[in-house]
């Protein structure tokens, strides 16, 4: 491998975890059983490319991080309802009697993690490769992600802000520097709000389990120690790139963009408050890829910068927000983790493997010490081959 050691990015998913190297990708699910399946892939590595360029990047990693959280969270959720069908017919030694119910459970449990999966990402990741069918549907879902986060997370806001607007006279202009202000304190406060809710559901709780076993094992990979549980075990839950303090910046950030364009735009006086709110959204929605281009840099400038001393204050806000979404891990989910991080590092360390060659593999461990002992052999050119 080389000596430059690359940025890993990851995020957790329903029983398991998904990394994410400059050129590989892996998701590693924890079965029912007690076994690790594994679905890892090379990968296109654009670090040289435009697509690493400042600002670009930030929207490049933006648009990946929900395409491959998306592909994640689709391959662990249908273990799941596999799983949960199988202890169904177990306790019941037949049929699954509640297919329906389960169902229901699954879907409303997709829905909660979409919205957590942009909190929970990690955004360093570079330009995916893949096939064009799963491009294709990761695409989809990551499009629908995309407009549900607008939605709960840009929409709802300026429709909180304007309702309170509205109920106590304050008479503030929808482009004025106060009502971006109270807009921002809707979106930090709907964040937080959401995220203590749903932190409460038990499946949810486990992902969170899950968050922060990803950041302890990328944090042990950053520290340069080798990935064994009672290193990751010792680390912390809070990471400085997590996709958590990405969203509480970009609220911070929103603020002064959207004061500043409201003060440059022309000023809308449509006569009626609905309509002004209206026209001011459509106003926003061009301005959002600047905005998580600029939160991206000034996010990894503190990364970098900002971890020890003094500066560190810098890191509280999202750090507060990350206690909500990370929940300390056992033993067994601190194994899944590192599980996907040593598959994506065994393609990294893997020579001569393209993007162009390689498909998605799934491969199948009986515990994460086979897995272990398999990556430490590196003779082929994916896990599988070992």
Not at 308 to 332: A, C, N
Request: with cysteine; glycine share 8%.
């Amino acid at each position: 491998m080389s000596d430059v050691r690359p940025y890993i990015g990851g995020q957790a998913v329903l029983e398991g975890v998904m990394m994410r190297a400059p050129s590989s990708f892996a998701v590693v699910v924890r079965r029912r059983d007690g076994s690790l399946l594994v679905r890892e892939r090379a990968m296109k590595d654009e670090r040289a490319s435009w697509m690493k360029w400042p600002l670009v990047r930030g929207i490049a990693s933006l648009v990946e991080s929900l395409r491959l959280g998306s592909e994640a969270l689709r391959f662990s959720s249908d273990l799941y309802m596999e799983d949960m069908e199988e202890e169904e017919r177990d306790a019941h030694r037949g049929p699954p009697s509640g297919g329906l119910a389960s169902t229901l459970m699954l879907s409303a449990t997709r829905v909660l993690s979409a919205l957590a999966l942009f909190l929970l990402s990690a955004n360093d990741a570079s330009d995916a490769g893949g096939t064009g069918g799963e491009k294709k549907k990761a695409g989809g879902t990551g499009l629908f992600m995309l407009l549900i986060v607008v939605a709960f997370f840009i929409a709802l806001p300026q429709m909180a802000s304007a309702g309170v607007n509205r109920v106590l006279h304050l008479g503030l202009e929808v482009q004025s520097p106060r009502f971006q202000v109270l807009t921002g304190v809707f979106k930090l406060s709907i964040v937080v709000g959401y995220m203590l809710a749903i932190r409460r559901v038990p499946d949810i709780r486990r992902v969170f389990q899950f968050h922060g076993a990803e950041h302890k094992t990328i944090s042990t990979y950053e520290a340069n120690e080798e990935l064994v549980v009672s290193n990751a075990r010792k680390k912390t839950t809070l990471h400085p790139r997590c996709g958590t303090t990405f969203l509480v910046m970009i609220a911070l950030v929103s603020i002064l963009v959207f004061t500043a364009i409201g003060g440059v735009l022309p000023r809308i006086h449509t006569g009626n408050s609905v309509s002004d709110n209206l026209v001011f959204f459509l106003e926003k929605l061009p301005f959002l890829p600047f905005i998580a281009a600029i939160t991206f840099e000034i996010q990894r400038v503190f990364a970098k910068y900002c971890t020890t001393g003094p500066l560190r204050v810098l890191l509280w806000p999202g750090f507060l927000v990350q206690k909500i979404t990370t929940i300390e891990p056992d033993d067994s989910q601190l194994e899944v983790a590192l599980a996907a991080l040593r598959a994506t590092l065994f393609r990294e360390a893997a020579p001569g493997v393209t993007a162009a060659a390689e498909s998605l593999v799934d491969v199948a461990f009986p515990s994460y010490e086979a897995l272990a002992a398999a990556s430490e052999l590196r003779s082929g050119t994916s896990l599988a081959a070992s």
